[in-house]
Structure formats: structure tokens, C-alpha cells
């Protein structure tokens, strides 16, 4: 048991030191690159690319125009005083949905095609599950004139059918996979499939903080601008605060805005996945709060299975936190108990959504209203706290969904 804390006390204190992964890829026991040898090559190139593309000035420049000019960065840090009022808290907002194309899908969009660009790629390739890592993929290619290639399950171009035009218009090819469950899994799949054929000229832009090493070092790199930005704004408007709550799907918006607060370690951190419609398999996507340790993708880290190890379907209200895996920095942090996980259920979300569409005029995307929940939750039980949330990104692409569901009356009673 001792010994068990320190050596989690020595993995968090590598991490903050940056010394995580470590040269193969591991963030502690989590991570690495578990991939067939015909893609090893494809994945030394990558991390070659992220090793001296990435920190070089030019690179660094050139991203940063982008981020300011095209992505709209720095976002804002809104103040939501009629919900802490309701809350009992000090409520404030990291707006990751006012960043283009309406989530911090961008920031990693953005960079991986600038690097895909700057490793002389001919050809991007990305996967989508709902629809907005798509869109963002499309959209920056579309910026930096590289042809781009979307694998999408055919279940989700039925079901995400506005993302799909969004992509066409942005002049991506939209690919349907039938294969496999025929959804965000199986697009994984493919575009790796695609990858390996051709790992000179195709870049595959990853869409999470997941797969094999580098790319859950590279998409966290490029999400950590959420963190830095928001804690030089929670400074600049009188402190840092006591909690910060993100959702987590595949963890990388909350990995984003979780790293600039690690080393602070009296601020609590809350990743909120989501609960679903109940407990049982298949209902839920809460890969860290239900899940076992195991291999997907291309990394070792927390996940849904049976116990014939066959992966789960997962469900929730949120197309965006639908997946069976999550991020292999998050199994660590979980591990050492940085960061506590959480869930929050579709109706929780719901109501959340509702309250802060009446609170604070924003429209949250499903997913954000999960942060938005447990936030609550956590308020309720820890009165007159300064609490951050990440607002991932904007509710309009779930407006179809909503439509199915009554205004719910949760934010009327918390104020009567
Ligand atoms: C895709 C998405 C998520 C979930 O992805 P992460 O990698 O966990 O951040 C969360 N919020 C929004 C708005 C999304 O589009």
C-alpha cells in the first residue's frame, strides 16, 4: 500500500515534469504503441515528425497564426453569475465553443494539418464518429489545400446526416464503413487501414487522445492551449479556481484543459463521462468509472468489454462521448488520483443543458452539459467554490436530438 502511493506520487511528479510518455510511449503502466509491424513504420514517422516538427519555432509560428486568426483563439473566459447564484458557486466558463467550426476539435484539426503539411504528406485521412472531429478535419485541410479522406460508419452518416453535407461542402470525401459495428470503431479501423498503405504519403489525423504513441502525446500538446489560456484568464480575473470539470470521451478537451492545473495540486480536477440511460453494459460509455484495463487502438488503457473480452456497444445521449475506450494519460491520472472520474446520466445532461441555455444564453453542446452536471452535482456539496468548466463545444449540431426531448423544468426548481 505504501509503496504502491509513492510510486504514483513518482509517476504524477514525472508527468509534471514532462517526462511522460516515456520513450516508449507509456504514461506509467498505460499507453505504448500496440501495432502490427506493417504499421511501425508509419508510426516512426509520426513520431520523428512530433519529436522535431513540433517544438521547432517555425511550426510553432505558423500555428499560432492559425489558432489567432482562422480558430478565433484566445477563447473567452465567461463569468456565469446567474447559475452560480442558482449553484451557490463561482461559475465560470472556458468557451471552447466559441472556437471555429464550434468545438475544441479545431486546435487539433489545425495542428495535425499543419504537421501532416510540414511531413510532406499528399493526403490526410481522419475518422468521425458524430460528425465534428469530421468537420474540423475538413475544414483544415480545406485551409491548407490537402485532399482529405473521412471514414465515417454507415450507421452514423445515416444518423449525423447534416455533419456529412458540412463535410462535403468543405470538400472532403466522406467514406461510409459497413465493416465491424459499423460506427466510430470501425471508422478507427479503416482509416488506420488506409494509413498503412501508404505511410510516405497519407498523414491519419487523429481525432482524440487516443491510439498508438505519439498521438496521445501530439493531441494533447495541441489541446493543452485550453488549459494554458484558461489559467492566465482565472488569474487575470482574480484567482485560480477551486475545481475544474471536463467531459471525457475519447479525454482529449479535458486532457487539454486539465494540464495547465496538475501542478496545482489543491485545485481538484473532474473528468465526467457519461452515465447513459443506467449501469449495465451497453447502457453507458463510462470507460474509467466502469471499465477494465486493456488493448484497443493501439494502446493499453482503461475499457468497455465483456467477460468473453469481446468490446461493448456503448450508448449515450451524446454521440460525442460514445466510445468504448479513453486516453491512456487519463487511466494514469485516475491511477494516481489526480483526477477523479465521474459520470453524469443523459438525464442529468439534459437538465443541464436546459439550465444554462436559461441561466446564461449559451447553448451547450450534449457533451459539455455532462461537465456542466457534475459540476453541479459537486456544488451542491461544496458551497461558495470558484469552479471552471470546460465548455467543449455548441449545442446547434444537437438540435435534431433535442427536438425529441421536452424543455426540462430542473434549472425552474433550483431557483424557486
Ligand atoms: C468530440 C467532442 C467531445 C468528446 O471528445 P474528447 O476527445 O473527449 O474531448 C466533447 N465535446 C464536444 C463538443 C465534442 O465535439
Not at 453494459?281 to 466502469?290: E, K
Amino acid at each position: 500500500m505504501h509503496e504502491d502511493a509513492s510510486e504514483h506520487e513518482a509517476l504524477l511528479d514525472a508527468l509534471i515534469a514532462g517526462k511522460l510518455p516515456d520513450e516508449r510511449g507509456r504514461f506509467g503502466p498505460f499507453g505504448g504503441q500496440y501495432v502490427p509491424e506493417t504499421l511501425m513504420t508509419a508510426v516512426n514517422r509520426l513520431s520523428e515528425g512530433v519529436r522535431d516538427v513540433l517544438p521547432s519555432a517555425d511550426f510553432r509560428q505558423r500555428l499560432e497564426a492559425e489558432l489567432k486568426t482562422w480558430v478565433g483563439r484566445p477563447t473567452a473566459l465567461t463569468h456565469a453569475p446567474r447559475l452560480g447564484e442558482r449553484w451557490d458557486a463561482d461559475v465560470w466558463f472556458k468557451r471552447e465553443d466559441l472556437a471555429h467550426t464550434g468545438a475544441h476539435k479545431i486546435n487539433n484539426g489545425i495542428g495535425q494539418a499543419l504537421l501532416a503539411q510540414a511531413l510532406g504528406a499528399k493526403r490526410v485521412v481522419a475518422e468521425t464518429g458524430a460528425g465534428q472531429h469530421g468537420v474540423a478535419a475538413a475544414a483544415a485541410c480545406a485551409r491548407l489545400g490537402l485532399p482529405c479522406v473521412v471514414y465515417m460508419g454507415e450507421v452514423d452518416v445515416e444518423r449525423q446526416a447534416p455533419n456529412v453535407d458540412r463535410m462535403g461542402r468543405l470538400g472532403a470525401e466522406v467514406v461510409a464503413v459497413t465493416s465491424g459495428d459499423r460506427t466510430l470503431r470501425a471508422a478507427i479501423d479503416e482509416a488506420i487501414r488506409d494509413w498503412v498503405s501508404d505511410p510516405e504519403g497519407t498523414y491519419y489525423l487523429i481525432g482524440s487522445a487516443i491510439g498508438p504513441h505519439p498521438y496521445p502525446l501530439l493531441v494533447r500538446e495541441l489541446q493543452a492551449v485550453i488549459g494554458r489560456e484558461a489559467r492566465a484568464q482565472m488569474l487575470a480575473a482574480g484567482g485560480l479556481p477551486d475545481a475544474v470539470f471536463a467531459c471525457v470521451g475519447g479525454g482529449s478537451n479535458a486532457i487539454g484543459i486539465f494540464h495547465a492545473f496538475l501542478a496545482d495540486r489543491d485545485i481538484a480536477l473532474f473528468g465526467i463521462e457519461a452515465g447513459g440511460c443506467g449501469s449495465a453494459l451497453g447502457q453507458h460509455s463510462a470507460t474509467i468509472a466502469a471499465g477494465r484495463p486493456g488493448v484497443l487502438h493501439g494502446n493499453y488503457s482503461m475499457l468497455l468489454y465483456d467477460d468473453d473480452g469481446q468490446i461493448q456497444e456503448t450508448h449515450s445521449v451524446s454521440a460525442g462521448l460514445d466510445y468504448p475506450g479513453v486516453g491512456p494519460e487519463h487511466s494514469l491520472l485516475k491511477l494516481v488520483g489526480r483526477v477523479d472520474y465521474e459520470t453524469a446520466s443523459d438525464a442529468e445532461a439534459l437538465a443541464a443543458l436546459d439550465e444554462c441555455c436559461e441561466a446564461e444564453g449559451i447553448l451547450p453542446a450534449l457533451e459539455s452539459a455532462h461537465a456542466l452536471a457534475g459540476a453541479k452535482r459537486w456544488a451542491a456539496n461544496n458551497p461558495g467554490r470558484r469552479i471552471l468548466i470546460g465548455m467543449s463545444g455548441r449545442g446547434d449540431k444537437d438540435m435534431p436530438i433535442l427536438s425529441r426531448y421536452p424543455r426540462s423544468e430542473a434549472g425552474v426548481d433550483v431557483a424557486a
